[in-house]
C-alpha cells in the first residue's frame, strides 16, 4: 500500500487526483487530505477514502469540521500550522496542488521528509525554485512536474541528455480572449475571462491563462525545473491544446508531447512515474481531428510574458514578487477594482519599484526571505491600489 496525501484536496487538481485514487482504492493508504472553506467536499473525500486526518485551513470552521467526522476515527484540524503540519506527516507520495503562494511552505514540508512529490502548486518554483529544488536534492526528495506543460516536457526527456536540448516550447491556448481585437480587452469582464476555450480549470487559473499570466508562470517553473537558459524557453499559441509542450534537440529533433486536455493524465503520470498505466483519458482520434495549428504569441496582447522574461532575466527574489503581485492584480481585478489589462499594469510598477529600491535581484537567504519579499510585494501592490482608487 503506498502511503500517500493530498495537499489541496478539494480543489480542481485535487478532485481529479481522488477520481484515480477512487478508482483504484485498495492500492493507497491515504494519510491527510487538506483543503479550505469546502469541509463539506473535504470531510465527505476524508470518509470515502478513510483517511487518517483532514485539515481545513480557515480556523473558523475548526469545529464544524470536527462535527462532521465525529465518529468515523479521522483526525481534524484546522489554520495554515495545520496544512504544513499534515506535509510532514510520512507518506510516498504528496500531491501540492494548494493554489498561490500559500501552497509553498505545505510543499517545502513535504520536501523536507524526503517523499516524492507530485507539484502542481506552480507558485512553488516561480517564487523559490532554486531554494526549492536545493531542498530537494540535499534531502533526497524527488520532485514530479504536475503542470501539463511540464509533465510533457518530462515525459518528452525521458532517456535523453539534457545538455542536448536546445530549446523548449510550451504552449497555450491563448485563453477566453484570444480572438478579442486588442482594443476590447480593457472592457473584459470577469465572467468573459473565465470561461477557457478547452481546459476546465479553477477560476483563478483560468483568468490567468486569458491574461497569458499563467504561461508566464510556467516560464519561469520550466527555467526553474529543468534548468535552462530562459533564452531557450518559447511559448506558441496553440488552440487546440492538444500539444502540450515540444523539446528541441541539437540535432533538430522536435519531441512532442500530444495528448487529451484532461488533467488526470499529467496527475496519474506523477502517480505512477517511473510506470505507465491506465487511466481513463480519451484516446485521441487524430485523424477526426486533422489539423493541428500553431502561432506566435502578440507580445503587445500578453505583456505578462514579456514580465516573466525580465524575471527571470532579474533572478534573485524577483519571481516571488511577480507571483505574490499578480495574486493581487487578479484579486483586484476579481474585485472589479481594476480591469483586465490593469493586471499587467500593476504588476509592472511593483516590480519597477522593487527592483529599484528593495535589492530584488539579490538571492534569497532562506525561505524568510521568500515570504518577506511576498509579503513586501503585496503591500506594494496594495499601495498602488489605494492610489489609483
Ligand atoms: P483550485 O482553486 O481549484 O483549488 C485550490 C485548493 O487549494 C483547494 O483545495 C483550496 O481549498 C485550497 N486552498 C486555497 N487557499 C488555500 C490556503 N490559503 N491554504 C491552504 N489551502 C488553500 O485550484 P486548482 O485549479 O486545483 O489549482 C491548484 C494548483 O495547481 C495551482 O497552483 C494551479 O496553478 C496549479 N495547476 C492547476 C491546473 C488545473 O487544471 N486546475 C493545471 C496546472 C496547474
Ligand atoms: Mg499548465
Not at 484532461?262 to 487524430?286: C, F, K, N, Q, T
Not at 527571470?312 to 472589479?336: R, T, V, Y
Amino acid at each position: 500500500m503506498r502511503r500517500i496525501s493530498i495537499l489541496g484536496a478539494t480543489g480542481s487538481i485535487g478532485q481529479s487526483t481522488i477520481d484515480l485514487i477512487r478508482r483504484d482504492r485498495e492500492s493507497y493508504d491515504v494519510v491527510a487530505l487538506t483543503g479550505g472553506r469546502n469541509i463539506e467536499q473535504l470531510a465527505r473525500d476524508a470518509v470515502e477514502l478513510g483517511a487518517k486526518l483532514a485539515v481545513t485551513c480557515d480556523p473558523g470552521l475548526y469545529a464544524s469540521l470536527k462535527d462532521r467526522l465525529a465518529g468515523t476515527g479521522i483526525q481534524a484540524a484546522a489554520g495554515d500550522a495545520a496544512v504544513v503540519d499534515a506535509a510532514s506527516r510520512p507518506a510516498d507520495w504528496i500531491m501540492s496542488a494548494i493554489v498561490g503562494a500559500a501552497g509553498l511552505l505545505p510543499g517545502i514540508q513535504a520536501i523536507r521528509q524526503g517523499t516524492t512529490l507530485a507539484l502542481a502548486n506552480k507558485e512553488t518554483l516561480v517564487a523559490a525554485g532554486p531554494l526549492v529544488m536545493a531542498a530537494a536534492k540535499t534531502q533526497g526528495a524527488r520532485i514530479l512536474p504536475v503542470d501539463s506543460e511540464h509533465s510533457a516536457v518530462f515525459q518528452a526527456l525521458v532517456g535523453e541528455d539534457i545538455a542536448a536540448v536546445e530549446r523548449i516550447i510550451i504552449t497555450a491556448s491563448g485563453g477566453a480572449l484570444r480572438d478579442w481585437p486588442i482594443e476590447r480587452l480593457a472592457t473584459a469582464t470577469v465572467a468573459e475571462a473565465s470561461t477557457h476555450p478547452n481546459w476546465a480549470m479553477g477560476q483563478r487559473i483560468t483568468i490567468d491563462s486569458a491574461s497569458m499570466f499563467n504561461k508566464a508562470l510556467e516560464l519561469i517553473e520550466t527555467r526553474e525545473f529543468f534548468g535552462v537558459d530562459p533564452a531557450r524557453i518559447e511559448v506558441l499559441i496553440h488552440p487546440e491544446s492538444l500539444v502540450h509542450a515540444l523539446v528541441g534537440f541539437r540535432d533538430g529533433a522536435l519531441m512532442a508531447h500530444v495528448g487529451p486536455s484532461d488533467m488526470r493524465h499529467a496527475i496519474g503520470y506523477a502517480l505512477h512515474w517511473p510506470e505507465r498505466r491506465d487511466l481513463p483519458v480519451e484516446r485521441l482520434d487524430l485523424a477526426r481531428i486533422g489539423t493541428l495549428t500553431f502561432r506566435a504569441p502578440d507580445p503587445m496582447r500578453y505583456p505578462a510574458l514579456r514580465l516573466a522574461q525580465a524575471v527571470m532575466q532579474a533572478g534573485g527574489k524577483s519571481g516571488a514578487a511577480f507571483n505574490a503581485a499578480k495574486e493581487i492584480a487578479l484579486d483586484a481585478f476579481i474585485e472589479g477594482r481594476i480591469g483586465f489589462v490593469g493586471m499587467a499594469g500593476l504588476v509592472e510598477d511593483v516590480l519597477d519599484k522593487m527592483w529599484s529600491s528593495d535589492g530584488l535581484n539579490r538571492a534569497p537567504n532562506n525561505i524568510e526571505d521568500i515570504l518577506e519579499t511576498d509579503r513586501l510585494a503585496r503591500r506594494r501592490a496594495s499601495d498602488f491600489l489605494a492610489i489609483s482608487a
